[in-house]
């Protein structure tokens, strides 16, 4: 196939400071489909939580929970006893949900998504398993829960769960809602239990390699010499 179609990898398209750092000021990917704001307050919540000690929860700017999965979704998330940043909109969440998580959650409409998963604090992500955000967690060795909605996330949630060993993916019930009772038992796998342990582990080594893709010498870099090469040759 190669021989026909010659095809050269390249990535992950992670912006440089959060991967080999060889292109100056390089943190971010200059667009957002929604308005941005102050990261500061994020910043300065997690830098108040020890290592590895808060779960990061976004499901991306596409994806819409029906309101019985949001209402199971917070209160498992809650019910873990564990501190988490939730990236979703206030009027989505069960009526009585922000006085009761206000020790324990910090609620915003938008997150510098890769200023958060690099940060120590966190040490696990709760997403839909899109493509972006598992490249970006796993480039910043950072172990997921993936409750994947639609289009490539079963895929992304697979290689997660199954091929890399970084994550687990939760099991909807039979009426089509992935229950508290699920949501907690996963984030507490991957946060406290023994194969957490063991993704966390998996999680750094696939991180080290997508450093070591990106960095001069490395299979991207390679490849991207070699393309540029090419196509100075060909014109």
């Not at 194969?195 to 750094?204: P, S, T, V, Y």
Request: contains cysteine; negative net charge.
């Amino acid at each position: 196939m190669s021989k026909v179609f010659p095809v050269l990898t390249i990535g992950p398209t992670v912006p440089s400071f959060y991967l080999d750092k060889r292109v100056a000021n390089d943190k971010t990917y200059d667009i957002n489909l929604f308005q941005s704001e102050p990261s500061t307050p994020i910043t300065n919540w997690l830098n108040t939580k020890p290592q590895g000690s808060v779960v990061y929860v976004a499901f991306g700017s596409m994806a819409t929970l029906p309101e019985e999965q949001m209402e199971e979704l917070a209160w498992g998330l809650l019910n873990t006893n564990i501190d988490f940043l939730w990236v979703v909109r206030e009027e989505k969440l069960p009526g009585d949900f922000l006085r009761a998580s206000a020790d324990k959650a910090m609620i915003v409409q938008w997150s510098p998504q890769l200023e958060v998963l690099s940060n120590k604090a966190v040490g696990c992500f709760f997403s839909h398993g899109g493509w972006n955000s598992t490249t970006e967690a796993l480039s910043l060795g950072v172990p997921m829960v993936v409750m994947p909605q639609w289009t490539d996330q079963t895929t992304d949630a697979k290689f997660v769960q199954d091929v890399w060993g970084v994550g687990v993916r939760v099991t909807v019930g039979g009426d089509g809602v992935v229950r508290r009772e699920e949501i907690e038992g996963c984030v507490r796998e991957v946060m406290e239990g023994e194969r957490g342990k063991e993704m966390k582990r998996n999680a750094r080594k696939w991180s080290d390699l997508a450093k070591e893709a990106m960095s001069e010498g490395g299979t991207s870099d390679v490849n991207i010499d070699a393309f540029m090469s090419n196509l100075i040759a060909s014109s």
